[in-house]
């Protein structure tokens, strides 16, 4: 079968930068998603984003869809003949529908009678005929927040579209899309090369925007910044500090990526640093340069989107526009450290963190209190209460305000300035850590302390004013504050109980709800649930559901018992006691419900029900006492000793009994069982 390269452009005004690399992932996506839907044998695809285009290449596309085999049912034979054995109408209709005659068709028979059938090949359609609506649809499902209109169109799209290119091989293959007609003419770089650009075929795609001074792979214009700019960087005598984000931001900006090296003046590098490179790199879009000892020079790297006649004016104008940004902070930072974190924090009480959970000042003092507990129980030395007293203050800074994301670490360093203690600065800027996946913890055990108290507030607030995330919308990040909570207790090696540390908080929120500590504990523990599966070291789904049956108190204590289960189940005897529990499980849930009666030993009569009951009592003080000291590998090993008491009761005994008396009893049994069996993971929720 002839195959083809497939290419699809959208030219438009440009783009979202943040965005746009996951409009294109997911238009490439969606592309081959309704390529393979459609049955369309295809090769590799090439997504390609620059600000003005979207585009996607599929090498080797089929000209056609696969034959496909049709098998229909028609009218039943008695109902398709009359009685001198002509065709009747409904018989006639359907062969007519399958394209064949009567005497065409087949019989179908089955023990609920028999059908005229029709048996046959339909021919697949041809690409060029399925392509048009499949782009549409993958255009439709693109993660656009907020669709535009433009000019007398009722298209929407994330940006105004102004060309549409849709090849299969060198054909234009013809569909209307958001208003617009496909075609082969593109256009290459803004400035350079402003002229419609006619495309040849699919694979020449790529060489013509070259050529054009556009290079359309993301990925490769992406590699080719990260190059230039370290150059330019090793030229003026240091190395950039290219963070991620920003190199993909600056890719999205650009068509045809120039560096230019530039620099300020010395006297900003007195700043801290982290306010230079958010003025350099944040707001202006530059990589900022260090020198061999980690300093920051003064020189950075711009990328700019046109190759210049005169570098050294675009290099000045550059200079020029960062110049009054580090002057800003540079004012900024001297007024605030005028005004004492206490004044500032006294301020706090004019700032609302949520209508109805009352204004950071309010949140502040809720804070303080819980910090103060959590540091007695992680023993954490420092002065927790005035860490917590000045954690929100620079929230009220001039430089925050400007800086949104410099918030704690203008508060360490104005802490510093009027010397506060190191580990209460510090406490400061740790206690938002960690600020997104992969961020560091906070190392101190004060800032851990601060850290989980700030977390756990905002967490119970606003479940108890019912405002829990859902979908992608979580405007106060509670799922990032769950991770970080989790994070700091299990990397941190914090064994806090978390139930106590969940009513505390709750205790103190102006809104009060009964059912608000079991909603953020089980928010806490699916949190936990997929942390312990991304390890991927044989933990299972089952596993950790089986241990969080039990409601720990601890998330070190779940990641305890999960271990101990783990080690259990390589035991020949785990497979049986799983098996065990799941058939007393289902005993007992088939069980009248009432009051869970205790055993009445002097009403056990037969020797399989005494048995298990004299088993029970010699083991459950020393499983008890195992789980008690977190010896979980002990106490599942000891559940062992079940097995044989408890295959003789099942072999021997009727449960379900006609007398109620010794029916009853015979539960309280199981359940006694049950509930050992499930004091480090519920058994039942394991597989087998």
């Known amino acids: 079968m002839a195959a083809h390269d497939l290419l699809f452009e959208l030219g438009t005004e440009e783009l979202p930068p943040r965005t746009l690399l996951s409009l294109s992932s997911a238009l490439t996506d969606g592309l081959i998603k309704g390529i393979e839907a459609a049955g369309i044998p295809h090769g590799l695809a090439h997504g390609f984003a620059t600000p003005r285009r979207l585009g996607v290449r599929v090498e080797a596309c089929a000209e056609f869809a696969p034959d496909r085999r049709v098998e229909r049912r028609g009218p039943p034979v008695a109902s398709s003949f009359d009685a001198a054995g002509a065709p009747t109408s409904a018989a006639a209709a359907f062969a007519k529908s399958c394209g064949v005659q009567v005497a065409d068709l087949e019989r179908l028979t089955t023990d609920k009678g028999a059908w005229l059938a029709f048996r046959g090949t339909e021919p697949g359609a041809a690409t060029t005929s399925l392509i048009g609506a499949i782009v549409a649809q993958a255009i439709a499902a693109l993660p656009i927040a907020k669709r535009m209109r ?25 569909t209307t899309l958001l208003g617009l007609t496909s075609g082969r003419i593109t256009v290459g770089h803004r400035f350079h090369a402003p002229r419609p650009l006619v495309l040849k075929s699919p694979k020449s795609y790529e060489s013509q925007l070259r050529r054009a001074k556009v290079i359309a792979d993301f990925g490769k214009r992406r590699d080719l910044i990260r190059a230039q700019v370290n150059v330019a960087a090793a030229e003026s005598g240091g190395t950039a500090l290219i963070e991620d984000a920003l190199l993909d931001e600056v890719t999205a900006l650009v068509e045809w990526p120039v560096p230019i090296a530039g620099r300020f003046e010395q006297r900003f590098l ?3 640093r982290e306010v230079v490179i958010a003025t350099v790199q944040d707001h202006q879009r530059y990589f900022a340069v260090q020198g061999a000892d980690g300093r920051l020079t003064g020189g950075f790297v711009t990328v700019s989107n046109l190759q210049s006649r005169d570098p050294s004016k675009v290099r000045e104008g550059n200079e020029r526009v960062v110049r009054p940004r580090l002057s800003d902070a540079a004012f900024f930072w ?3 450290r005028k005004v004492p974190l206490d004044a500032h924090a006294e301020r706090l009480s004019g700032m609302t963190f949520q209508t109805k959970l009352g204004t950071y000042a309010e949140k502040t003092l809720r804070v303080k209190d819980l910090a103060v507990w959590m540091a007695r129980c992680i023993s954490a030395e420092g002065d927790i209460a005035r860490a917590a007293q000045l954690a929100k203050a620079d929230l009220m ?32 800027e740790e206690h938002y ?16 302390a601060l850290a989980l108290a700030d977390k756990i507030d905002t967490l119970v607030g606003i479940f108890a004013i019912q405002q829990r995330p859902t979908g992608t919308k979580d405007p106060f990040g509670l799922r990032r504050a769950a991770l970080g909570v989790l994070r700091i207790l299990l990397e941190g090696r914090l064994d806090v109980d978390l139930i106590d540390l969940l009513r505390r908080a709750a205790a103190a929120q102006p809104v009060q709800r009964t059912e608000v500590v079991e909603e953020v ?7 936990l649930r997929g942390l312990l599966l991304e390890r991927a070291d044989g933990t299972t789904a089952e596993m950790i559901d089986a241990v969080l049956a039990g409601r720990p108190r601890s998330p070190l204590d779940v990641e305890t018992r999960l271990q101990a289960l783990k080690v259990f189940l390589l035991l020949p005897d785990a497979g049986v006691l799983t098996g065990i529990n799941k058939r007393i499980v289902n005993i007992l849930r088939k069980a009248a419900p009432g009051a869970h009666l205790p055993v009445q030993a002097a009403a056990l009569t037969e020797e399989a029900e005494l048995a298990l009951h004299r088993v029970l009592n010699g083991l459950s003080g020393t499983v008890e006492q195992a789980i008690a000291e977190r010896r979980y590998a002990d ?8 097995r044989a008491a408890v295959d003789e009761f099942f072999e021997r005994i009727m449960v379900m009994d006609e007398n109620l008396e010794r029916r009853n009893n015979r539960l309280a049994l199981l359940r006694n069982v049950q509930a050992l069996l499930g004091g480090v993971a519920d058994l039942s929720r394991l597989p087998g």
């Open 150 to 174: 433009w000019g007398a169109h009722s298209a929407e799209f994330v940006r105004p579209v102004r060309s549409v290119v849709l090849l299969f091989g060198g054909d234009v293959v013809p």
């Open 270 to 272: 007195a700043l801290p």
């Open 334 to 336: 001297e007024q605030d």
């Open 397 to 428: 800074t001039a430089m925050v305000g400007e800086f949104p994301e410099l918030q704690g670490t203008m508060g360490k360093y104005y802490a510093e300035a009027q010397g506060e203690p190191a580990e209460v600065a510090l406490a400061i």
């Open 433 to 448: 850590k960690p600020r997104f996946a992969g961020d560091t913890l906070p190392a101190s055990k004060t800032g851990q």
């Open 521 to 527: 504990y089980d928010f806490i523990a699916d949190r």
């Open 635 to 642: 106490a599942l090993h000891s559940l062992t000793g079940l």
